[in-house]
C-alpha cells in the first residue's frame, strides 16, 4: 500500500477572517481504493508532523500474558452523579457509554463529560422512558435506539488509573448508565 502526502498553501488577506472552508476531493480515470483519512489546518508556514492511528501504537491490555477482556461499570444515577471508573491499563483507552432513561427527558437535557466538565457531549434528542442511548467512541457513533443520533460535543475516554465522568439529567429524573472500554497499553507496530 502506498500512502501520500500532500501540503498546499492558502493565502488570505491578513486583516480577513477565515469565516468557512469547503474541501472537495476530485477523482477521475482511476481503479482501486482511495482513503481520504486526514485534513488539517495550522497557521503558519511550515508543516508540522501526524500522529498516527492508535491501533498502530497500542495493544490490548495484557495480565499473564493474556489479553484483559473489555471492563464494564454500571449505575443508576439521579439528577446528577460523578462516576469514578478504574482503567488498570497503561494509557487512556476511549469509553462507550450507554444511558437507559428511567423517565421521559426533554432534548438537550441529557449531558456526559470529564472530571469537572471538560470534553461535554449532550444529547440533542428527547428522549423516553426505555430508549437506548449510546455514544460509542469505538466506533464513532452517536445512537438512539440503534439509530443515528443527533449529540453536541465529544466522545468519551477513560484516562489510565482513575478517571472521572459527570452524567447530568433533566432534575429529578433518572436512568441507568452503562459503560465499557478495552484497557491499552504501548505495544502497536509502530512502538
Keep these: 500500500m502506498q500512502i501520500s502526502r500532500f501540503a498546499e498553501t492558502i493565502q488570505i488577506k491578513s486583516d480577513k477572517h477565515v469565516a468557512g472552508v469547503t474541501v472537495t476531493l476530485k477523482l477521475s480515470d482511476c481503479t482501486g481504493t482511495i482513503y481520504f483519512t486526514d485534513l488539517q489546518f495550522q497557521g503558519g508556514d511550515r508543516l508540522t508532523g501526524y500522529t498516527v492511528h492508535t491501533s498502530k501504537m497500542l495493544a490490548k491490555f495484557r495480565e499473564n500474558g493474556e489479553a484483559v477482556p473489555p471492563r464494564h461499570y454500571n449505575g443508576v444515577v439521579r439528577?446528577?452523579?460523578?462516576?469514578?471508573?478504574?482503567?488498570?491499563?497503561?494509557?487512556?483507552?476511549?469509553?462507550?457509554?450507554?444511558?437507559y432513561?428511567?423517565?421521559?427527558?426533554?432534548?438537550?437535557?441529557?449531558?456526559?463529560?470529564?472530571?469537572?466538565?471538560?470534553?461535554?457531549?449532550?444529547?440533542?434528542?428527547?428522549?423516553?422512558?426505555?430508549?437506548?442511548?449510546?455514544?460509542?467512541?469505538?466506533?464513532?457513533?452517536?445512537?438512539?435506539?440503534?439509530?443515528?443520533a443527533r449529540k453536541d460535543g465529544f466522545y468519551q475516554y477513560t484516562a489510565a488509573w482513575d478517571s472521572k465522568h459527570t452524567v447530568k439529567l433533566e432534575e429529578r429524573k433518572s436512568a441507568r448508565a452503562l459503560f465499557e472500554f478495552q484497557e491499552m497499553q504501548e505495544g502497536g507496530d509502530r512502538l
Design 79 to 99: 439528577t446528577a452523579e460523578t462516576v469514578i471508573l478504574f482503567n488498570l491499563g497503561k494509557t487512556s483507552a476511549g469509553l462507550d457509554c450507554y444511558i
Design 101 to 148: 432513561p428511567m423517565q421521559d427527558m426533554a432534548a438537550g437535557s441529557i449531558e456526559l463529560s470529564q472530571g469537572v466538565g471538560a470534553h461535554k457531549v449532550k444529547f440533542l434528542d428527547p428522549v423516553n422512558a426505555g430508549d437506548e442511548l449510546a455514544l460509542l467512541a469505538s466506533a464513532r457513533r452517536c445512537l438512539k435506539n440503534g439509530s443515528s
